[in-house]
């Protein structure tokens, strides 16, 4: 079979994770990586013996044998690169977030659709297999009805100079949340400080409302002496603790909650007895799952959806939906108002 040649763009923190795998996939043909400081990348000339250094993205445009490309640039230049390579014919695996507009992404879906192209967004999270266990015990209704999502995310660094901390940290969050939940937040506020020059928030609290009163929150931060990676969603039948930096038992799920939800007022001794909220203290249970690394499953995947013409799980709408909730939570960063969240074409 034909191996699928690809381009990495961008050759930094994130970049060289994605060479390695797809160099590791023997579907994948590593021909190109692409990054303007050359200087840096003549140390790994060596390691990627097959694999050409370039500084010019028109080599890898103008290429008719490359299929597709890998972005791992700054965000800010996430849409160009990507419109470019779409227009070249290039299937497109993008880093998170997709871009900086929620418009800018809808053309880029409608590019890759007009060009029967894949266009995916490496939401990592939503390969990692803790976080498939989880999807597959909510579509299961094991959790019940959700009734919260609660993430933090928080470490010292690495502050960036394009993007504040919930359009680099957060954003993998809103992406666990909008595949886990599937629902659009009708209300994003959120509150933030920043505490350098930059003026991009460091630290920052997103609060979103849903219909039914289901509620979330983020907490994003880039000045905590500690790393927290811990994501709490409550279900009326059961509740799950997502704790990315536990070793082992990742996920644990607790038989816990309440059981009398009904607080009309009552009026006589019984209805007040029968009325009182029953706590619920079960057993705690921690499921096995996929440890293969998340970046692996999510580059197998593209190079699927690539062969079969398939639509990622990641695609350009679900980039769209997260860029949207983080313009959002920033028009209330700004404003200090709660916001509501505008519906798109991606919407369904
Ligand atoms: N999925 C994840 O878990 C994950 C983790 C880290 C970063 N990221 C994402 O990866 C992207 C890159 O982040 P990073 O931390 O690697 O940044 P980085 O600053 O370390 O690296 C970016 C690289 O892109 C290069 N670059 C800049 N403009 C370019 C252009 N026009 N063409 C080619 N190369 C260009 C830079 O020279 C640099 O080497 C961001 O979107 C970030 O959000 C994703």
Known sequence: MKQIRIGVIGYGYW???????????????????????????????TRYKSVKFTSDLDELLLDKELDAVAIATPVDTHYSLAKAALEAGKHVLIEKPLCRTSSQGQELVNIA???????????????????????????????????????????????QRDVNVLWDLGAHDLAIMDYLIGKRPREVFAIGSAHTDSQLADIAYLTMKFERDLIAHVN?????????????????RRMIVFDDNSQVEKVKIYDKGIENMNLNLPTTASQI?????????????APVYDVTEALRVAVRHFL??????????????????VVRMLEQADVSLASGKVTSYAAGNDDV
């Open 15 to 45: 970049g060289p994770n994605l060479v390695r795998n797809f160099n590791d996939d023997s579907r994948a043909d590593v021909a190109y990586v692409c990054d303007p400081q050359a200087a840096m990348l003549e140390k790994h000339r």
């Open 113 to 159: 659709a007009e060009r029967k192209l894949v266009l995916m967004v490496d939401h990592t999270f939503i390969y990692h297999g803790p976080i498939r266990l989880i999807k597959k015990l909510i579509l299961q209704a094991d959790l019940g009805e959700i009734l919260f999502f609660n993430s933090v995310r928080v470490n010292l660094g690495n502050f």
């Open 220 to 236: 994003a931060s880039w000045l905590s002496p500690v790393k927290v990676r811990q994501i709490v969603i409550g279900g009326t």
């Open 273 to 285: 007895y029968s009325s009182r909220i029953q706590y619920r203290h079960g057993d705690m249970v």
């Open 304 to 321: 699927d959806c690539v062969t079969t013409g398939e639509t990622p799980i990641t695609d350009g709408a679900a980039g769209v939906r």
